[in-house]
């Protein structure tokens, strides 16, 4: 099985946030060697690649005993199951906002990437940040994303908010997501915790950070939004 890329993992607050750490691809080829001409051959079809997931401690799996347990990890399990040829990267940082996530983008997309999943906003929104802030925030990571990699796939990763928070914010917060797609043309993970946000079993104590049955269920939302991007049938 393919090792896990854990990037980094700073556990820096109890707040929602995320995980972020600069990680490097590298794209390897294997070699086969042909036992009539002894020629080395080039097999193009076994080049390596790599899904990062750019988040908060929801992608970092803050709380969790493993961080390898967390729903980037997981995944990277269902893959490695079916023997494809793509590393997940898990580039999360607890306490993130989409502002943070600006700041250390530019050597995060010094690796190559080719699924990039977008999960940020979350501390924004607990902190009650203006929308337009983090919506603002988010357009200009994914204007540098595709001018850096213009063949990347995006997946956004939405997230709604507790009703506490005021209902026109929160509408507001959960439009974002879906305008931005709409926007941008990119795959859209409607609500990243959906079947685990607000269910305490599936929560860790403060209630917002999901245990690691609950990052299972992530993981097993996720897979088949990412299966078309890796041109899998069902």
Known sequence: MRTFLLVCCFLISISLGSCNNKTSKTKTTSTQVDSETSEITETSDTINKTILFFGDSLTAGYGLDNPENAFPGLIQK??????????????????????????????????????????????????????????????????????????????????????????????????????????????????????????????????????????KIIAKNIFPILKPLMNLND
């Open 78 to 215: 269902m893959i490695d199951s079916l023997q494809l040829n793509y590393t997940v990267v898990n580039a999360g940082i607890s306490g993130e906002t989409t502002s943070g996530g600006k700041n250390r983008l530019d050597w995060i997309l010094e690796t190559d990437i080719d699924i990039f999943v977008l999960e940020l906003g979350a501390n924004d929104g607990l902190r009650g940040l203006p929308v337009s802030e983090t919506k603002n925030n988010l357009q200009d990571i994914i204007n540098r994303v595709q001018s850096k990699i213009p063949d990347v796939q995006i997946v956004l990763a939405g997230m709604q908010l507790p009703p506490n928070l005021g209902t026109q914010y929160t509408q507001d917060f959960k439009q974002t997501f879906y305008d931005l797609a709409k926007k941008n043309d990119l795959t859209l993970i409607p609500f990243l915790l959906e079947d685990v946000g607000g269910i305490a079993k599936l929560n860790q104590s403060d209630g917002i950070h999901p245990t690691a049955d609950g990052h």
